[in-house]
């Protein structure tokens, strides 16, 4: 599995360079790392259907409990034949799709790339290393929106798409890091045998829930995923069917075996998100004219369908889950080649103008059909057995009164789903009349594509049909997935007729009323155009984001207005507001305090603290100066009667040359303080200053009697004879125990020294040549006197 990684890591680092021989074909090269993951994975899945998981795993930062452990488990197997299939069928259908233009190398690039952390996400079984391939994929997704970055558009759907699912990524690793910690593993197949519960475990689940939220687009994060239509079409259909929106439900149906009866809130968030979901994508999908938006808000009600059916944790749901994202990745992966085959030979996706094109591109059609009708839950395709196997699982789970709301919802999605399916492929091939159209048609006269464009379609496409009227071979695959997911769960077999029973009726009443809004979509668009707007996803993001500039301009306008007592009282305050919080709340001050050793500590003391007083009312500089001068050889002398010699002696070294310093600046400045008044008065200064006096009093006294370890300087003391063969520790330490670091300060030293001078010896030669230049004007206009 790591080879495999390394594979799509290889292939995208070559591929800019070899697109420049190859051309488009750098999208066969690198559909190479999908086909070798599926060639692999099929030598593996007999062991593994048969309950034997592959495992590598290989030490990365075992003190963080970070390990690079990858596991090819049942479930992991139907998301690898999902990435890792439709992947090799995207790539071939990528080389057809595109002619040659700039950048393309670098997309080719991105897009194995993308296929490489994907396969990582569904493999990884260290929670911190899911986190990884999972921002991996937010970065590749938002390259591949933002491919054609001169489109303003495309940046801002790349942005928008970067933003929503990076916040859920930090929600993720937070939710990882206190499942992990109340785990005592971050191993994910470890977690889930044993779960852990009580204390953090449900804000580790909010979390988790959140973050699986917005990367599968569930309401109200889903506003992201329309906005990716801005990406080529080939990106879109692997992102929609098979890769990145799935990495959420992926998530969610790990967890929800083992958490979703012992987190209370678990089923009624899942349950409640899921199915608003679905039925606002579907409501959405309904209205739109662009067929990539009409499949872009579809695969949003779908994906609240899966979350639905995978996050309740209950046998029959899960199985059925698990047989929507097999059927979902074939019938959605084939709809968007498809649109953009309309797209290639059309050039436009609007419905409202196209027409005819199912008699010109009658294979094209047929494939379409087939997809659709898998979409709709029509028989005899696999989308029908998995929607029959929804509906029956949720008739007989055992919710309470909830079960009626959820069947309700799910039978109304998928209602809503059977329209906008039909609506999508009368918009797309359907002969219209002149009352439909809105505008010129085009159809009858668009070029027929070639069998490489539509070839990777039509694969997919008839293997729908294939799984629905021979769902045996299928059959194992989705069990054992179910299985994966929860251990104890019975054996489940997939077929195509169930009999008459409620499910069916169900069914056939979908059928029924989705007709009905189909063939009134006139009715149904007139009463969309007269429901209010209400506030929506996007309006919500863009509120957030311009919410977001506001406060830091304002907040940057207070804090960062270029006055040096400003900066200094926000310091002040953070120190006071934060440190000084917990030394008042969370510290125990000692019960025995030294005053002094000796009564000259005390007269040194008393001298120091004065000429500290005096320096803050100095009114001269060079008093103040002086005052603080003595500040720091008080100090120094306090060392000295400490019995500190050494330190000392640097004391007084460093207060001589800062007493220099200081005495050489003042030449250059006005003599006394310049009095500025402040609008608030000097109270609030002085009660900073002395708040922050009384806490460094305080921390110095606290910290001193709070050890709880031998300090550093006990080795120092131990090691400074033996291994530095110095008596002098203080000299040992800066040349011996820190000698590297005292190395690089003498190197910044340097730098800066250096930089100080060349600034120096530029300002005299900038004066020198403006002094001669003044010169020959003085001289000229001189000369040029009479």
Not at 7 to 26: E, Q, Y
Not at 40 to 57: F, Q, R, S, Y
Not at 322 to 351: E, N, P, W, Y
Request: charged share 15%; hydrophobic share 55%.
């Amino acid at each position: 599995m790591l080879v495999l990684l390394g594979i799509h890591a290889a292939l995208a680092a070559v591929a800019p360079w070899a697109s420049k021989r190859l051309g488009t074909r750098v999208f066969l090269l690198c559909g190479l790392g999908p086909l070798a993951t599926v060639v692999w994975a099929a030598t593996k899945a007999g062991g593994v259907i048969d309950g034997t998981p592959v495992t590598e795993t290989w030490q990365w930062l075992p003190s963080l409990g970070l390990d690079a452990t990858l596991r090819l488990d049942a479930f992991s197997l139907l998301m690898v034949g999902l990435v890792s299939g439709i992947g090799v069928l995207i790539f071939a259908y990528a080389d057809a799709y595109f002619s040659m233009r700039a950048g393309l190398g670098r997309f080719a690039a991105t897009l194995v790339g993308f296929s490489g952390a994907m396969l990582g996400l569904v493999l990884a079984d260290n929670l911190l290393l899911l986190f990884v391939f999972w921002e991996l994929t937010s970065i590749t997704s938002y390259l591949l929106i933002g491919f054609e970055d001169t489109k303003p558009a495309a940046k801002a759907a790349a942005l928008q798409a970067l933003l929503i699912t990076g916040t859920g990524g930090l929600a993720l690793l937070g939710g990882s890091v206190l499942l992990g910690q109340a785990a005592g593993t971050f191993t994910l197949s470890e977690i889930l045998a044993s779960p852990p519960s009580g204390g953090v475990v449900p804000a580790a689940m909010l979390l988790l829930l959140a973050g699986a939220f917005t990367k599968s687009a569930q309401v109200p994060f889903h506003s992201w995923l329309p906005g990716a239509m801005a990406a080529p079409t080939p990106v879109s259909a692997y992102l929609h069917s098979a890769t990145m929106v799935k990495a959420g439900v992926y998530l969610i149906a790990r967890l929800s075996p083992s958490f979703a009866a012992d987190v209370g809130f678990w089923r009624p968030l899942v349950l409640t998100v899921g199915a608003a979901t679905m039925l606002v994508g579907g409501y959405r999908a309904l209205r739109q004219h662009d067929l990539k938006l009409v499949l872009a808000y579809g695969t949003i009600s779908q994906l609240g369908f899966m979350v639905v059916l995978l996050g309740v944790g209950l046998e029959g749901a899960t199985f059925a889950g698990a047989a929507l994202l097999v059927a979902h990745g074939a019938f959605k992966s084939t709809l968007f080649m498809v649109v953009g085959i309309v797209d290639h030979q059309a050039h436009t996706r609007d419905l409202r103008v196209l027409s005819g094109l199912g008699r010109r591109l009658k294979p094209t059609f047929v494939v379409s059909a087939l997809a659709a009708a898998s979409m709709a839950g029509l028989p005899p395709l696999i989308g029908f057995i998995s929607k029959e196997s929804a509906f029956e699982s949720i008739l007989d789970a055992d919710l309470g009164g909830a079960r009626v709301l959820v069947l309700v919802a799910i039978v109304v999605g998928s209602v809503i789903t059977f329209a906008y399916t039909a609506r999508f492929l009368w918009g797309a091939f359907a002969d219209k009349g002149a009352h439909e159209l809105g505008g010129e048609p085009i159809g009858p006269d668009v070029p027929r594509p070639g069998w490489a464009l539509l070839g990777p379609a039509a694969v997919v496409g008839v293997l729908g049909l294939a799984m629905g009227l021979f769902p045996s071979p299928i059959s194992p695959y989705v069990s054992e997935a179910g299985r994966a997911l929860d251990p104890l769960l019975e054996p489940h077999k997939l077929i195509l007729w169930h009999g008459f029973n409620t499910a069916l009726v169900l069914s056939i009443g979908t059928f029924l009323v989705g007709s009905l809004l189909f063939f009134g979509r006139r009715q149904v668009e007139a009463l969309q155009a007269r429901v209010p707007a209400l506030p929506n996803a996007d309006d919500g993001y863009r509120f957030a984001v311009s919410g977001t500039i506001r406060t830091a301009e304002r907040v940057t306008s207070v804090l960062q207005n270029g006055s040096l007592p400003v900066y200094l009282g926000v310091i002040m305050m953070t120190v006071l507001a934060v440190p000084g919080t917990l030394l008042l709340t969370g510290t125990r001050f000692p019960t025995e305090i030294v005053v002094a050793d000796t009564w000259l500590q005390l007269v040194v003391a008393g001298v120091v603290a004065v000429a500290a007083v005096a320096t803050a009312w100095s009114h001269r500089r060079f008093a103040a100066v002086i005052f603080l001068g003595g500040v720091g050889f008080g100090v120094g002398v306090l060392f000295i009667i400490q019995g500190a010699p050494d330190l000392a002696l640097t004391q007084l070294l460093v207060e001589t040359l800062v007493l220099v310093i200081f005495v050489l600046v003042l030449r250059h400045l006005p003599e006394r303080f310049e009095a500025q008044r402040w609008r608030l008065g000097q109270a609030p200064r002085v009660l900073v200053a002395s708040g922050v006096g009384v806490f460094i009093a305080a921390f110095a006294m606290v910290a001193a009697s709070v050890r709880t370890e031998s300090p550093v300087s006990d080795a120092h003391l131990a090691l400074s004879v033996p291994e530095a063969q110095g008596r002098n520790v203080v000299n040992v330490i800066l040349v011996d125990f820190r000698g590297f670091d005292t190395m690089g300060e003498i190197v910044v030293l340097t730098v800066a020294a250096l930089g100080i001078a060349g600034l120096v010896r530029a300002a005299r030669r900038e004066r020198a040549v403006a002094a001669g230049r003044a010169a020959r004007v003085e001289r000229m206009e001189r000369e040029a006197q009479p």
